[in-house]
């Protein structure tokens, strides 16, 4: 089923909801203060069919004082529906609605002139004319406009064929599903469900997505597009996600559902912004921030050197975190007046210089992504990890690639998903050329030079130890690589360094990984190692991670030995009274004392047998 989001927009009691109950009977204002006082005071959700053709409405409030609310509808359409008053005209709702549809970049317009029936012809074509006059300056595309009374079947009949004559949205998938929670309820015997309007890529049954607010993962039990149960809903369509193992508590408007990995929240964003023709946003003052469904506080920083700007770049510091992307669209109020709209430049926030930021916004404002990686990749020497940017760019996995691919100067680990300036090469070798020009027999693998240099991926050390192999400062003897200058068999070297180095540690040996690390020598190798003089007898493993030079232990077997003759047994307070060694070790030495026959433990003491 095609189907395509209308939203209103317009002055209080021009009859937008009235509209919309007369097209499809759907009575939006339900709750008993929106009766009472006879106006829509919050969004309200509701459908038409034609066969496999489906509209969705969304109805907004058009009183001055709900901005907000209008606001969070407006995000999702794809069409604006415009209802001005025959009677009344152009008024200041009216005016500020259009601002702001403009400011989030809607371009697609329907004008429905109301309550023609209050009105003569000649009154009708003169507003008419004063309508298009009045849109003239904006750059919207007007589909359509028709005069209509909700008297009138006939004029309505008339406008819900024109509706269904609009073509489907003309939005792309985009590289991942994004869907800000408009609704949160939780009937009876059903769990959470919310409602919103989804972004970027459809939502299929049963499919696992993420609440970066709450840092948690669920799935989607069900889903109803307009009521009905589907196996999945696609972009552009308005939702009700019943979601699994989620608090209804939890979870409010404007939070967002996506995809676990994806996206990370900042309580800072850069923006590109334009104001209202007679309105300037000020340095360092507090606007309420509108984006998607959410609303939060923030304060807006300008780059440039001036106390107030019609147009610029704008770093927002909010009182919570924000789930952005680039290209998604904001606006920014001061107390009931709409001051400007924005566009997400960098949802994440980068340790870069004020000048070196701005030069980097100014290419993301065009779309420069090659120009701006290299900007980017001066501030993240250690890497830029590729995957950030399906956030950071808007751009799918592929799409990354191809744009790293066509740099200059880097290093792509295509596995790990990093891009690395080519200059990082330079800090790993000098890295590495320091491990072996101190250590000789240093023998280590990319993967062991990975864990002490762990903002380099396995991939680029390899490189540059390739490199260093060409350069023959290093040999590669399988997958590990030993200095070139060491022509003996390093291994059997190592195994006698172990074995003095164990027996100079005596009763209090160091952990394995520790050997390895200070011996500059790899992992695996060093297990080998160890496994190769346990076999010989030569080291005994008492624990996972404790060996002891076999000398060593016969000398502390002894010791204990005596122990036991002098004292009738040995327990932990009395062995250390001869030996002061840490718990570790006394419980080890024990322990390994009931493998003897002749010795026999009785609680927690060794006794003769």
């Not at 109950?21 to 203060?33: P, Q, V």
């Not at 240093?442 to 396995?458: E, F, H, V, Y």
């Not at 020598?521 to 005994?540: E, F, M, Y």
């Amino acid at each position: 089923m095609s189907s395509i989001i209308i939203g209103t927009a317009g002055h209080i009691d021009h009859g937008k909801t009235a509209i919309i109950k007369a097209l499809n009977g759907f009575e939006g204002d339900t709750t008993n203060e929106e009766q009472e006082r006879g106006i829509t005071i919050d969004l309200s959700f509701s459908n038409l069919k034609d066969g496999n053709r489906n509209i969705a409405f969304i109805d907004v409030p058009g009183h001055e004082r709900l901005i907000k609310n209008m606001i969070a509808g407006a995000f999702g359409f794809d069409y604006v529906m415009l209802v001005i008053s025959a009677a009344e005209g152009i008024k200041p709702q009216t005016k500020e609605h259009i601002e702001i549809i403009n400011l989030l970049g809607h371009k697609e317009l329907i004008v429905v002139i109301s309550k023609k029936d209050l009105v003569d012809t000649q009154t009708l074509e003169a507003r008419r004319n004063e309508i298009l006059e009045f849109l003239k300056p904006y750059d919207f595309e007007i589909r359509f406009i028709i005069a209509v009374s909700i008297f009138d079947e006939e004029s309505i009949k008339n406008l819900k064929n024109k509706l269904f004559s609009i073509q489907n949205t003309k939005k792309e998938e985009e590289n991942f599903f994004r869907f800000y929670i408009d609704r949160v309820f939780s009937p009876k015997g059903i769990g959470t469900v919310v409602t919103g309007t989804v972004l970027g890529q459809k939502i299929e049954l049963e499919e696992k997505v993420f609440l970066p607010h709450i840092q948690k993962e669920s799935r989607i039990k069900n889903i109803q597009v307009h009521n009905q149960n589907e196996l999945f809903a696609p972009i552009s369509s308005r939702a009700a996600l019943n979601l699994a193992n989620i608090d209804k508590s939890s979870i409010q408007r404007g939070d967002l559902i996506t995809k676990k990995g994806l996206m990370r929240g900042f309580d800072e964003i850069d923006i590109s912004f334009s104001c209202l023709s007679d309105k300037k946003l000020n340095h360092n003052q507090i606007y309420t921030l509108f984006i998607g469904a959410k609303r939060v506080e923030a304060r807006a920083l300008l780059f440039e050197n001036e106390e107030s700007l019609e147009k610029g770049f704008a770093t927002l510091r909010c009182e919570d975190k924000i789930f952005s992307i680039f290209g998604e669209k904001l606006i920014l109020r001061n107390q009931n007046e709409t001051i400007c709209g924005g566009v997400v430049l960098n949802p994440i926030i980068d340790p870069l210089k004020k000048k070196q930021k701005l030069k980097t916004l100014e290419f993301l404002e065009k779309k420069d992504f090659k120009n701006a990686y290299k900007e980017l990749l001066i501030a993240h020497k250690k890497g830029l990890g590729i995957i950030s940017s399906a956030q950071r760019f808007a751009l799918s996995h592929e799409n990354a690639l191809e744009f790293a691919r066509s740099l200059d100067d880097v290093f792509i680990d295509e596995k790990a998903l990093v891009i690395y300036p080519i200059s990082s090469k330079n800090e790993i070798k000098e890295f590495i050329q320091n491990i072996y020009n101190k250590n000789s027999y240093a023998l280590l693998s990319s993967s062991s030079i990975a864990l002490r240099l762990s903002w380099a991926s396995a991939s680029f050390i390899e490189k540059v130890l390739d490199e260093l192999v060409a350069e023959n400062f290093l040999i590669k003897d399988g997958q590990l690589y030993k200095n070139a200058n060491i022509k003996t068999d390093i291994k059997k070297d190592l195994e006698d360094i172990f074995l003095k180095r164990l027996l100079e540690e005596h009763l209090s040996p160091t952990a394995p990984y520790n050997i390895y690390d200070d011996l500059d020598i790899d992992r695996k190798l060093g297990d080998n190692i160890l496994k190769s003089l346990t076999a010989k007898k030569q080291v005994i493993r008492l624990q996972h991670n404790l060996f002891i030079h076999s000398q060593s232990l016969n000398f502390l077997i002894k010791k204990m030995r005596e122990i036991i003759k002098e004292d009738g047994f040995i327990e932990i307070f009395n062995f250390k009274q001869r030996f002061d060694l840490s718990r570790k070790y006394l419980v080890a030495y024990l322990d390994y004392l009931d493998n003897f026959s002749d010795i026999k433990k009785l609680e927690n003491r060794r006794v003769l047998a």
